[in-house]
Antibody, heavy 122, light 107 residues
């Protein structure tokens, strides 16, 4: 049974960067696309971007282009999301989520991490 | 980008009620819609994919329908465990988008 375990909460200053990890345990990982999504306090879900670990190819929502980098380390079954130029509006719970099928397109999300709270505050 | 408009934003219902939530896409997305349930402090849980396919382990009181631009999630016989928020998501393009969510509250 694959599980996604994310790194712990972060508190960052405006203008800085944060790097959040998502480690898969218990099964195949690299052939499934993994996305990052976020949820601001009391708000809905927003897709940030995704990566296909086996190829290392990533794609980002236009809103985050130039500020986000998603990478994967196949040797440790870990996907990372780095967000730079942080502002208060980036305060949110960040989730990694894996697709249900071994596809090369973004689809829906069957498996979710527990979430990582990123707080941006001066 | 495709926008998903979900309604209502809040819904008050009683146990055993039939509940319907609607999502409208800004343009046709065939059947590329998923539905999720989210409880406070928890990650979303996949309920339905491809508009009407029930995810394994999800109770049969949940069902999805629709195609093109209009989609519905129906809960037949609301149970205490179903009071939560629900989100639709389109995946017709490589930029998935969610509806704003519907909170199902106890009446």
């Amino acid at each position: 049974q694959v599980q996604l375990v994310q790194s712990g909460a972060e508190v960052k200053k405006p203008g800085s960067s944060v790097k959040v990890s998502c480690k898969a345990s218990g099964g195949t990982f690299s052939t499934y696309p993994v996305s990052w999504l976020r949820q601001a306090p009391g708000q809905g879900l927003e897709w940030v971007g995704w990566i296909l670990p086996i190829f290392g190819t990533a794609n980002y929502a236009q809103k985050f282009q130039g500020r986000v980098t998603i990478t994967a380390d196949k040797s440790t079954n870990t996907v990372y999301m780095e967000l730079s130029g942080l502002r208060s509006e980036d305060t949110a719970l960040y989730y990694c989520a894996r697709a249900k099928t071994e596809t090369t397109v973004v689809e829906y999300f069957q498996l979710w991490g527990q979430g990582t709270l990123v707080t941006v505050s001066s | 980008d495709i926008q998903m408009t979900q309604s209502p934003s809040t819904l008050s219902a009683s146990v055993r009620d039939r509940v319907t939530i609607t999502c409208r896409a800004s343009r046709s997305i065939s059947s590329w819609v998923a539905w999720y349930q989210q409880k406070p402090g928890k990650a979303p849980k996949l309920l339905i994919y491809k508009a009407s396919s029930l995810e394994s382990g999800v109770p049969s009181r949940f069902s999805g329908s629709g195609s093109g631009t209009e989609f519905t999630l129906t809960i037949n016989g609301l149970q205490p465990d179903d009071f939560a928020s629900y989100y639709c998501q389109q995946y017709n393009t490589n930029s998935p988008a969610f509806g704003q969510g519907t909170k199902v509250e106890i009446k």
